[in-house]
T-cell receptor, first 117, second 111 residues
């Protein structure tokens, strides 16, 4: 079974530029998550999709971050304009409801490492 | 709301020694608890999870964790460390809402 795919793996941009990350979840997984992991910290949830609907985006900085999951499969996370403090690893994860809504396991992709100069 | 505290941002043990990584949680509802491992430049991989069945949970790579409600703890252990265990370990809790991660513990193995 193929895992969660993410691209690009690395990205370097200057502040005020825009950037987009792509995620392809495990086939059949209805739930998709985007996390931000700042160096030395644990991942923090930015947004959660169930199929193509948003379940939780309470910690997404909506003035600069946006995400979409068209057709309930792939997802794109965009930052526009980027700030220095956005430097982090952006992790995508997916899960199936087979494990139950509370105990389901999230499977993570390798992440995209963003450096904002 | 839920939260996780991992005691010790860095733990160093000798190869063959006991590994003990500490995790305490706070949750307003019965929690589901997870341990994930992150190798350099990789995503997170699930080691084990507690979902209200047996309190002693066995995971991959010889790791196990014990849920202790009275102590609100979910410490991760492994009897004998291997060099390949060197990584970052994250404890996470899920109550009624999202998965919340601790700050992580970096495990170093000395030859």
């Amino acid at each position: 079974e193929a895992g969660v795919a993410q691209s690009p793996r690395y990205k370097i941009i200057e502040k005020r530029q825009s950037v987009a990350f792509w995620c392809n979840p495990i086939s059949g997984h209805a739930t998709l998550y985007w996390y931000q992991q700042i160096l030395g910290q644990g991942p923090k949830l930015l947004i959660q999709f169930q199929n193509n609907g948003v379940v939780d985006d309470s910690q997404l900085p909506k003035d600069r971050f946006s995400a979409e999951r068209l057709k309930g499969v792939d997802s794109t996370l965009k930052i526009q304009p980027a700030k220095l403090e956005d430097s982090a690893v952006y992790l995508c994860a997916s899960s199936s409801i087979a494990g139950g809504p509370l105990g389901e396991t999230q499977y993570f992709g390798p992440g995209t490492r963003l450096l904002v100069l | 709301a839920q939260s996780v505290t991992q005691l010790g941002s860095h733990v160093s043990v000798s190869e063959g020694a006991l590994v003990l990584l500490r995790c305490n949680y706070s949750s307003s509802v019965p929690p589901y608890l997870f341990w994930y491992v992150q190798y350099p430049n990789q995503g997170l991989q699930l080691l084990l999870k507690y979902t209200s069945a047996a309190t002693l949970v066995k995971g991959i790579n010889g790791f196990e964790a014990e849920f202790k409600k009275s102590e609100t703890s979910f410490h991760l252990t492994k009897p004998s460390a291997h060099m390949r265990d060197a990584a970052e370990y994250f404890c996470a809790v899920k109550g009624a809402q999202k998965l919340v991660f601790g700050q992580g513990t970096r495990l170093t193995i000395n030859p």
